[in-house]
């Protein structure tokens, strides 16, 4: 029976079943493929209450069935790119990971769920690097957080000009949304309120209104007294 993965199918599957039929797969094909880890069972952090992994679990089900069922109609996919650098997305699964290693160049996975640890052995084995901004769910980052993620993504750039960041939270909507709204903020010439259509032009799930959020209009505040002392020069939005 062949299986469909995740990239084929557009999206991501529900957490805890495909956890499961990953482990099992990778397991069939140890001598193929050396990416097996008792890793992949581990899902939740160890610092997660059962309430906040049952209210992920939900919320991620319902994240699967509005891009997977509807889709067609929202315009709703699991990941979307944003620019040359940045794809904002859902929770990825592994064969997502490898899959955007291949095809997309991802070098750096920039990872805002605290409920979520990631994936490490196939991180290492895929020489991608993990970041780890932990952010409680239906929270924006904070203002820290947001800095320490566009100086991480600005790192990754510096190293390797021609990679990709894979920016994911648990649905690709809020807090790693917020980071790639800031992102966009520090390399265009853009302000809080075009940042934001140019994201939900990108990725329609996204929250409307996190351009008024404290947490992004401070960053936007000293991002413009930088720009005044011509610490960094932003460009024009490319078409």
């Not at 904002?88 to 990872?111: C, Q």
């Not at 600005?154 to 990679?163: G, K, L, T």
């Not at 404290?214 to 960053?219: A, G, K, M, T, W």
């Not at 007294?225 to 020069?233: G, M, P, R, T, Y």
């Amino acid at each position: 029976m062949q299986i469909e993965h995740p990239e084929e199918q557009g999206s991501s599957l529900g957490i805890s079943k495909v956890l499961k039929e990953e482990a099992r797969l990778l397991e069939e094909g140890r001598k193929r493929d050396s990416l097996t880890d008792a890793t992949f069972k581990k899902v939740p952090s160890k610092g997660a209450s059962f309430w906040t992994w049952t209210r992920f679990i939900i919320s991620l089900y319902y994240n699967k069935l509005a891009v997977n069922m509807f889709g067609f109609l929202t315009g709703w996919k699991w990941y979307n790119r944003i620019d040359n650098v940045i794809i904002l997305g859902a929770l990825p699964t592994p064969s997502l990971i490898k899959s955007l290693h291949k095809h997309e160049n991802v070098k750096a996975v920039i990872n805002l769920c605290e409920e979520f640890p990631g994936y490490d052995r196939i991180y290492e084995q895929c020489m991608i690097k993990q970041v780890r901004l932990e952010t409680p769910d239906f929270c924006i980052p904070s203002l820290e957080t947001i800095e320490k993620g566009i100086q991480q993504i600005h790192d990754v750039i510096r190293n390797d000009e021609q990679s990709s960041i894979y920016l994911h939270c648990k649905a690709g909507r809020g807090r790693s949304a917020a980071i790639a709204l800031c992102y966009l903020l520090a390399t265009y010439q853009l302000d809080p309120f075009e940042a934001q259509k140019v994201l939900n032009k990108k990725r329609p799930q996204v929250d409307k209104d996190l351009y008024v959020s404290e947490e992004i209009r401070l960053f936007y505040k000293n991002l413009l007294s930088k720009l005044e002392s011509n610490q960094f020069i932003r460009k024009p939005f490319p078409l």
